[in-house]
């Protein structure tokens, strides 16, 4: 299962991006996006976020 990420909430720092063991964050449009597939679900971008927009 792969992490949700609230666009709402997103501010588009990209913290989640460079922590991504898998690279399965990326940037679209100034919002972090994940890729379902790659996504490991290890966490690693839930902890980082500085707006708690991602869960797991």
Same mark, same amino acid.
């Given at each position: 299962?792969?992490?949700?990420? =609230? @666009?709402?909430? !997103? ?10 063991? &898998? ?5 679209? /449009? =100034? @919002?972090?996006? !994940? ?10 971008? &839930? ?5 708690? /927009?991602?869960?797991?």
């Amino acid at each position: 299962m792969a992490i949700k990420i =609230d @666009k709402d909430t !997103c501010i588009g720092c990209g913290a989640c991006v460079g922590v991504c063991p &898998v690279s399965a964050l990326s940037m679209e /449009a =100034d @919002k972090a996006v !994940c890729d379902d597939d790659t996504c490991i679900d290890c966490g690693a971008c &839930v902890a980082t976020c500085p707006v708690q /927009a991602i869960s797991e």
